[in-house]
Every structure is written in structure tokens, then in C-alpha cells.
Nanobody, 126 residues
């Protein structure tokens, strides 16, 4: 069982930046694929970005492309989400998720992810 812990959320003005972190507890490998999802109040959970641990290939939702960057730190077994040029519509609870297995085609549906963090609130004021 992989336990994921997110940190780095908070309140920021529009145009500002935040960096979220996702780490696996203990010495557990975080997973071959790690993604960020977000869920705004009253809306469904949506894909934000993923990274494959091997090769570090990434993919982003169109709504965050060019503003958000997902990365990983092998030594720290941690995945980051750097969020720049934040907009009020980015306000949501952000969740880190990991898959047990790596596949050639990486899913962007939350149903395909096995482990989840508790979420961290990001609020962007206008």
C-alpha cells in the first residue's frame, strides 16, 4: 500500500505561483506513473498532469498547458506540480495519485489510479 502525502497548497492572488509536492510515506516507491487531479466545489474531479517515472514523459490538460509543470525528484521520491500564472478558475482541491503499473498509454481518468493523497486546497483570488 502506497500512502501519498501532498503539501504546498494555499491562498494566492491571480497571476501568482504555487508549488505542490507529493511524497510517498516511508521508503515506498511512489509509483511508475504519478498524476495530479483537481476537484473544484460542485464539479467532478479532473485530470491536471501526469509524469512517468521512467523517462519522465509528461502530459497536461489543455487548461493548464504552458502554465503548470510536473516534475519528479528521484532522490526524494517526490513529484512536484509547479503552478504559474494562476487564475481564479484554478481554485480547487488538488490530489496526487499513483498507479501500481506502468502502461504504454497512460490514462487520464481518475478511476485508473490506485493510490491517492488526502488533497491540498489551492485558492486563487481575483
Amino acid at each position: 500500500q502506497v500512502q501519498l502525502v501532498e503539501s504546498g497548497g494555499g491562498l494566492v492572488q491571480a497571476g501568482g505561483s504555487l508549488r505542490l509536492s507529493c511524497a510517498a510515506s516511508g521508503r515506498t516507491f511512489i509509483g511508475p506513473v504519478v498524476a495530479w487531479f483537481r476537484q473544484a466545489s460542485g464539479k467532478e474531479r479532473e485530470f491536471v498532469a501526469y509524469i512517468k517515472w521512467s523517462g519522465a514523459s509528461t502530459n497536461y490538460a489543455d487548461s493548464v498547458k504552458g502554465r503548470f509543470t510536473i516534475s519528479r525528484d528521484n532522490a526524494k521520491n517526490t513529484v512536484y506540480l509547479q503552478m504559474n500564472s494562476l487564475k481564479p478558475e484554478d481554485t480547487a482541491v488538488y490530489y496526487c495519485a499513483a498507479r501500481r503499473l506502468s502502461t504504454v498509454v497512460v490514462p487520464t481518468s481518475s478511476r485508473e489510479y490506485d493510490y491517492w493523497g488526502q488533497g491540498t486546497q489551492v485558492t486563487v483570488s481575483s
